[in-house]
T-cell receptor
Framework: RKEVEQDPGPFNVPEGATVAFNCTYS??????FFWYRQDCRKEPKLLMS???SGNEDGRFTAQLNRASQYISLLIRDSKLSDSATYLC??????????FGTGTLLAVQP | DAGVIQSPRHEVTEMGQEVTLRCKPI?????LFWYRQTMMRGLELLIY????????DSGMPEDRFSAKMPNASFSTLKIQPSEPRDSAVYFC???????????FGEGSRLTVL
């Protein structure tokens, strides 16, 4: 079983839709959590950190459920420019960021 | 500001050849990471350095892989001899905080025939 698991998708949604991704992690000792975004044939970039109380950044909302060991990302009012792969990332130990294989989002006009 | 700079961007080589990938981290960043990305396995951490010292190389697949950081502005990842299964995109990343945001280079796409 992979340490960080994501549904690979693709998620095909129309512009303006709300879409949610989930991610599960296996190591209960994990301390910090992130979502990175990776455009096709580009490098990953930090989208947002995920805090225990949940956090929002514009149209993006991230939530953490430590008891169930899952992390979610909600995107409201999807834009064409949101099309990318979203990587769930867990910090297993000091400087050991473990990346999921990503969920592909395709926003259709 | 210049980001993380990697070279070469693309490399095609034959099995058995030596491959050297290069990375210049962002100035002032104390941490440097080498990752490998494939479709099947996603992003895997190979090794990371703090202040030019290798801290964790447990992700290095085997002895054919080696990494060095002779100074704060330069690192290399070497594969000798290369094999077709080494084909992947190799990313270098740096950060200035422990457990901080990673800033990735554009990657080096390696194809071993």
């Amino acid at each position: 079983r992979k340490e960080v698991e994501q549904d690979p998708g693709p998620f095909n949604v129309p512009e303006g839709a709300t879409v949610a991704f989930n991610c599960t992690y296996s190591n209960s000792a994990s301390q910090s959590f992130f979502w990175y975004r990776q455009d096709c044939r580009k490098e990953p970039k930090l989208l947002m950190s995920v805090y225990s109380s949940g956090n929002e950044d514009g149209r993006f909302t991230a939530q953490l459920n430590r008891a169930s060991q899952y992390i979610s990302l909600l995107i409201r009012d999807s834009k064409l420019s949101d099309s990318a792969t979203y990587l769930c990332v867990v910090n297993r130990a000091v400087n050991k960021l473990i990346f999921g294989t990503g969920t592909l989002l395709a926003v259709q006009p | 500001d210049a980001g993380v700079i990697q070279s070469p961007r693309h490399e095609v080589t034959e099995m058995g050849q030596e491959v050297t990938l290069r990375c210049k981290p962002i100035s002032g960043h104390d941490y440097l990471f080498w990752y490998r990305q494939t479709m099947m396995r996603g992003l895997e951490l190979l090794i990371y350095f703090n202040n030019n010292v290798p801290i964790d190389d447990s992700g290095m697949p085997e002895d054919r892989f080696s990494a060095k950081m002779p100074n704060a502005s330069f690192s290399t990842l070497k594969i000798q001899p290369s094999e077709p299964r080494d084909s992947a995109v190799y990313f270098c990343a740096s950060s200035f905080l422990q457990n901080g945001e990673l800033f990735f280079g554009e990657g080096s796409r390696l194809t071993v025939l």
